[in-house]
């Protein structure tokens, strides 16, 4: 259904139809930093966040990125990137969006910006 029925996320995905540009605009990025909200309540799944979703045909069982076909197929570049030690998962304790400036500063800025 999301195939079929997502505004843009199949497309950016390469669910659908393959276009390359998406997947050599991504590896242009020095890195890749994925921040998942441990207490979101606006993102379903949560785990969606690192790229991860339910297992198909369900709604209870998650499959990884890793185990997504979208990085067994290197479909957007996440494969390469993550080889590349270009892919970062981050976790916060914390609902949508909220985090503190500190825990920005730590994390995102010095290790990624500065």
């Known amino acids: 259904m999301y195939k079929t029925h997502s505004i ?6 390469n669910e659908n139809i393959q276009n390359e540009e998406y997947k050599l605009n991504l ?8 921040v998942k909200f441990e207490r979101d309540t606006m ?4 785990e969606s ?7 198909p045909g369900g709604d209870k ?3 990884t990125l890793q185990e997504s076909l979208l990085y067994k197929e290197d479909r957007i570049g996440l494969k390469t ?13 914390g609902d949508h969006l909220q985090f ?9 800025l010095k290790p990624f910006l500065v």
């Open 8 to 13: 843009f996320l199949a497309d950016i995905n």
């Open 27 to 34: 590896q242009k990025l020095d890195n890749l930093v994925l």
């Open 43 to 46: 993102v379903q799944p949560r």
């Open 49 to 55: 966040e690192w790229f991860g979703y339910y297992k």
């Open 61 to 63: 069982s998650m499959l």
């Open 81 to 93: 990137l993550d080889e590349a030690h270009k892919l970062h998962f981050l976790s916060v304790d």
């Open 100 to 108: 503190t400036k500190d825990w920005f500063r730590v994390n995102i």
